[in-house]
């Protein structure tokens, strides 16, 4: 008995895989793409002609295209490919190229957040299989190698799931993550997929799985970061840019719903049901799998993928754009039951 040792503080087996093999897999799955080729994306244009006024003394708080606002484009990622551009153009890239590398900081951040909410939460190994089922899934390939806003929606739902992995042991980074991904995603896809993920974030402590004291400090730590960074756009918006912050209140401040003037829904739930078939391959048939292996209430993280994917569903159910991208929202989730 002297000699023992508690299962917990025993150092894992050695095993024979090589964590380098998939860095360098994503690292040849991400870049390729970037180099060497015009704006192939029809939204492509759109995105770079912002990021040119923006680089010309264009405001910075909303994308300007040819002298319209256009809320869909995120702020975060002009700034994030202006800063590429200014960094690795002429020397190292051309302009079209060095702005894409916003998509593959965005999309390998998001990765390396799902990769760690898959190891918290299922354990060894399965950080590398979360990545690889969404390095597979087609529709996250061309908002990797595209300018495309919708990397930085990716990136703040990833790190909210990873928030989430953290609670039952890291309650600061948890936190940190949790409201910084709420921010991020305020400024990304609006409002209202933000509220939902929060409501379902408040509503997860009704199961026993999500009951535990860790989970209410990760809670309240999220809200005192996530609230007040949440306010910053707005609160900029509205002092420097008071017409600019009526037309997105109104129209964009709900991301695809619209605004508070101009909220729309419109029942679509075939569409994104017939493009989730080929865009989130191969984590829906996977995720299938682990449901007729699994009981859904028995794991943490199976309370949590059911209920994230449940509430996303309602509101891709009743988006009035029919504008398969949106399916990113379900992603994460799909690919953590998936692994």
């Not at 840019?241 to 075939?270: C, E, I, V, Y």
């Not at 493009?275 to 209430?297: C, D, H, K, S, V």
Request: aromatic letters at 14%; a positive charge.
């Amino acid at each position: 008995m002297l000699t023992y040792t508690p299962p917990d503080s025993r150092k894992p087996a050695k095993t024979h895989e090589k964590p380098w093999l998939l860095l360098l897999m994503v690292f040849a799955w991400l870049w390729p793409g970037v180099f060497s080729h015009d704006l192939w994306n029809p939204a492509e244009p759109v995105v770079f002609t912002a990021l040119e006024a923006l680089r010309h003394g264009a405001s910075p708080l909303v994308a300007d295209v040819l002298g319209q606002a256009d809320f869909k484009i995120p702020p975060v990622y002009l700034w994030t490919a202006a800063a590429f551009q200014n960094l690795l153009s002429p020397w190292a890239a051309d302009a079209y190229s060095a702005a894409r590398f916003a998509s593959v900081f965005f999309t390998a951040a998001g990765l390396a957040c799902c990769g760690f909410a898959g190891f918290n939460l299922l354990g060894r190994h399965h950080g590398r299989s979360v990545v690889l089922i969404l390095a597979g899934c087609v529709g996250l390939l061309s908002m990797a190698h595209f300018l495309s806003g919708l990397s930085v929606t990716f990136a703040a739902l990833s790190m909210i799931l990873c928030g989430f992995s953290l609670a039952h042991k890291k309650v600061i980074t948890g936190a940190l993550l949790l409201g910084g991904g709420w921010a991020l995603l305020s400024l990304s896809a609006g409002f209202l997929l933000t509220a939902v993920l929060v409501l379902t974030a408040l509503l997860l402590p009704l199961h026993p799985q999500w009951r535990f004291k860790r989970y209410a400090l990760t809670l309240v730590g999220a809200f005192a970061v996530g609230l007040p960074l949440m306010v910053v756009y707005p609160f900029l918006l509205h002092r420097l840019q008071p017409a600019a912050f009526d037309l997105w209140l109104n129209t964009r401040s709900l991301g695809a719903f619209g605004g508070l003037a101009d909220f729309q829904t419109a029942f679509n739930l075939p569409y994104y049901l017939k493009n989730l078939i080929w865009f989130a391959f191969p984590a829906w048939p996977l995720m299938a799998w682990t449901y007729t292996r699994i009981r859904i209430g028995a794991q943490r993280w199976s309370v949590l993928g059911t209920a994230w994917i449940g509430a996303a569903a309602v509101l891709l159910a009743v988006n009035p754009e029919t504008y398969q991208d949106h399916l990113v929202w379900l992603l994460p989730p799909m690919a953590l039951l998936g692994a």
